[in-house]
């Protein structure tokens, strides 16, 4: 007998042609789903999965839901745990082929799961996003009960701090399904397929009567350079799965866990004197001073396209991770603004959840100031970011490189933030603010009362010594204000020795339920 029938007479097919056949639909696009990738430059969902996961490592879950409708393979995604690089992980993903990637109830009854079971069992979690959002026939199976998409959001700020979350996103990330990435530690997106919205060009046109490209309103370069929602562009597929892969490897698999360690390698080339410009005026690039530090090759930025003025990013120092804070005077002075106070608490926030040291490059001339900023709450996000700092109870190191005034010492976890130890380089200066502007706010109207053009200069120069005298490195150093002054040559080693004695702080700030953040 191959097959039974129904009670209208219709013939069944039997259980094990039924599940072959599922299973076949399930394996691989059809023709017409494989033309639409290979148009896109994309990948098939399993191929996707198969780059990320160690050859052999994954195991499915949920692949025959939905397995009696006719064109919802696995209900348009795929659920499971594999391993990358030996450490498990749970991996949603998501099948552009299946009506867009859209979730029905099945669908969000998958992804429940998956981080249930990454909540249960303490895993990472990758997300490999492509979809088109919720299929609204299906909104009351999907949307508002107690296991609907809801409970995703729930779960993964739940999961928020424990564990590890990653986002690839290759395809659209609509309305409230953009919510995935943006609960994510890091987001990476494929650069001309990648978006995020929460309102489709057609609806805002609808609703607000704008008329928007889709890139303009929600595409990867915007979000990875002017809302701060993507943190890295990718070429491609491939290049989006190897990036996530890289980032886990900075990272440890929960945070009880240690990071992980990798054999000791040199820098790229030792930081010297010089590579710090003394003259404070002279903007340079900061990642010189970073790759004069860190092991070889082995820093892992992090919104390098988002408030470049200051940089952020994982690597390695004689083998093991640190977070690296650093301010760079080659993009607008390295002044700090409202997103590129957003960008160093969101990460040093990251560090702290997973025991990552961190390490402050300062060089820093303060916060910007102007009517603008201040309309923009340059207060409030300042506030997050010296919140964060304070908080973090991981090893910190400060270090000096040239200015660092006013608030900006502050939010570069200065002297009065308890970091491990705050250190200079000999170009180092710290004060309430620059000398210029230091001079013009106590003798403006001395300043403009001098008529002769010579004596105003010679009267400007002489405050201008006797403010340089008043905060110079010396005075500082020996004040306790700074804990050592260090040549860039032993700055590496002076590093790895101190955050090595700190390793064993005893990690608490303070006992209360949450802070009231600033926001």
């Given at each position: 007998?191959t097959?039974t029938?129904g009670?209208?007479?219709?013939?069944?097919?039997?259980?094990?042609?039924?599940?072959?056949?599922?299973?076949?639909?399930?394996?691989?696009?059809?023709?017409?789903?494989?033309?639409?990738?290979?148009?896109?430059?994309?990948?098939?969902?399993?191929?996707?999965?198969?780059?990320?996961?160690?050859?052999?490592?994954?195991?499915?879950?949920?692949?025959?839901?939905?397995g009696?409708?006719?064109?919802?393979?696995?209900?348009?995604?795929?659920?499971?745990?594999?391993?990358?690089?030996?450490?498990?992980?749970?991996?949603?993903?998501?099948?552009p082929?299946?009506?867009?990637?859209?979730?029905?109830?099945?669908?969000?009854?998958?992804?429940?799961?998956?981080?249930?079971?990454?909540?249960r069992?303490?895993?990472?979690?990758?997300?490999?996003v492509?979809?088109?959002?919720?299929?609204?026939?299906?909104?009351?199976?999907?949307?508002?009960?107690?296991?609907?998409?809801?409970?995703i959001?729930?779960?993964?700020?739940?999961?928020?701090?424990?564990?590890?979350?990653?986002?690839?996103?290759?395809?659209?990330?609509?309305?409230g399904?953009?919510?995935?990435?943006?609960f994510?530690?890091l987001?990476?997106?494929v650069?001309?397929?990648?978006?995020?919205?929460?309102?489709?060009?057609?609806?805002?046109?609808?609703?607000v009567?704008?008329?928007?490209?889709?890139?303009?309103?929600?595409?990867?370069?915007?979000?990875?350079?002017?809302?701060?929602?993507?943190?890295?562009?990718?070429?491609?597929?491939?290049?989006?799965?190897?990036?996530?892969?890289?980032?886990?490897?900075?990272?440890?698999?929960?945070?009880?866990?240690?990071?992980?360690?990798?054999?000791?390698?040199?820098?790229?080339?030792?930081?010297?004197t010089?590579?710090?410009?003394?003259?404070?005026?002279?903007?340079?690039?900061?990642?010189?001073?970073?790759?004069?530090?860190?092991?070889?090759?082995?820093?892992?930025?992090?919104?390098?396209?988002?408030?470049?003025?200051?940089?952020?990013?994982?690597?390695?120092?004689?083998?093991?991770?640190?977070?690296?804070?650093?301010?760079?005077?080659?993009?607008k002075?390295?002044?700090?603004?409202?997103?590129?106070?957003?960008?160093?608490?969101?990460?040093?926030t990251?560090?702290?959840a997973?025991?990552?040291?961190?390490?402050?490059?300062?060089?820093?001339?303060?916060?910007?100031?102007?009517?603008?900023?201040?309309?923009a709450?340059?207060?409030?996000?300042?506030?997050?970011?010296?919140?964060?700092?304070?908080?973090?109870?991981?090893?910190?190191?400060?270090?000096?490189?040239?200015?660092?005034?006013?608030?900006?010492?502050?939010a570069?976890?200065?002297?009065?933030?308890?970091?491990?130890?705050?250190?200079?380089?000999?170009?180092?200066?710290?004060?309430?603010?620059?000398?210029?502007?230091?001079?013009?706010?106590?003798?403006?109207?001395?300043?403009?009362?001098?008529?002769?053009?010579?004596?105003?200069d010679?009267?400007?120069?002489?405050?201008?010594?006797?403010?340089?005298?008043?905060?110079?490195l010396?005075?500082?150093?020996?004040?306790?204000?700074?804990?050592?002054?260090?040549?860039?040559?032993?700055?590496?080693?002076?590093l790895?020795?101190?955050?090595?004695?700190?390793?064993?702080?005893?990690?608490?700030?303070?006992?209360?339920?949450?802070?009231?953040?600033?926001?």
């Amino acid at each position: 007998m191959t097959g039974t029938t129904g009670g209208t007479g219709t013939a069944r097919p039997a259980f094990g042609e039924w599940l072959a056949e599922a299973e076949r639909r399930t394996a691989a696009p059809d023709e017409r789903g494989r033309a639409r990738l290979d148009a896109a430059g994309k990948l098939a969902v399993r191929e996707r999965v198969g780059l990320l996961c160690d050859d052999g490592s994954f195991v499915e879950d949920g692949r025959l839901a939905n397995g009696a409708a006719e064109g919802l393979p696995a209900d348009g995604v795929v659920t499971g745990r594999g391993t990358v690089d030996g450490r498990p992980v749970v991996v949603v993903a998501n099948d552009p082929t299946v009506k867009a990637g859209s979730w029905g109830a099945r669908t969000v009854e998958k992804m429940v799961r998956a981080t249930e079971v990454a909540l249960r069992e303490q895993l990472a979690i990758v997300w490999l996003v492509d979809s088109a959002g919720a299929r609204i026939t299906d909104q009351v199976e999907l949307f508002p009960g107690r296991r609907g998409a809801g409970r995703i959001f729930h779960n993964q700020v739940a999961l928020s701090g424990k564990v590890p979350q990653v986002c690839c996103l290759f395809g659209p990330s609509a309305a409230g399904g953009a919510y995935v990435p943006s609960f994510c530690d890091l987001v990476i997106m494929v650069e001309g397929n990648a978006s995020m919205y929460l309102g489709s060009p057609r609806m805002a046109e609808m609703v607000v009567g704008e008329r928007v490209s889709l890139e303009e309103m929600g595409g990867a370069r915007m979000h990875c350079t002017v809302s701060g929602c993507g943190d890295l562009l990718a070429a491609d597929d491939a290049d989006a799965i190897e990036q996530a892969r890289l980032y886990l490897s900075y990272l440890p698999a929960t945070w009880r866990d240690e990071p992980p360690t990798y054999t000791p390698e040199p820098p790229l080339r030792p930081l010297v004197t010089g590579d710090v410009p003394a003259r404070e005026s002279e903007p340079f690039d900061v990642h010189v001073v970073i790759d004069g530090l860190v092991d070889e090759d082995s820093f892992f930025e992090i919104k390098p396209l988002f408030a470049p003025e200051l940089v952020v990013g994982l690597a390695r120092l004689e083998g093991r991770t640190v977070g690296v804070v650093a301010n760079n005077s080659a993009v607008k002075g390295g002044v700090l603004f409202v997103d590129s106070a957003d960008k160093a608490a969101r990460f040093v926030t990251l560090c702290d959840a997973f025991g990552i040291p961190l390490v402050y490059l300062a060089d820093v001339p303060g916060f910007m100031i102007g009517s603008e900023v201040e309309r923009a709450g340059i207060i409030r996000h300042g506030a997050k970011m010296v919140a964060a700092v304070s908080e973090a109870t991981v090893p910190q190191v400060s270090v000096v490189l040239r200015k660092a005034y006013g608030a900006g010492l502050y939010a570069m976890a200065g002297p009065g933030f308890a970091p491990h130890a705050c250190v200079a380089l000999p170009t180092a200066a710290i004060a309430v603010m620059g000398p210029e502007a230091a001079v013009n706010a106590v003798y403006a109207n001395r300043i403009a009362a001098i008529e002769d053009p010579a004596e105003r200069d010679a009267f400007v120069r002489a405050r201008r010594e006797e403010y340089l005298e008043d905060v110079d490195l010396r005075r500082l150093a020996s004040d306790l204000v700074v804990d050592a002054v260090v040549q860039p040559e032993d700055l590496r080693a002076d590093l790895v020795r101190r955050l090595a004695y700190a390793a064993r702080t005893h990690r608490e700030f303070s006992e209360r339920r949450h802070p009231v953040w600033p926001v």
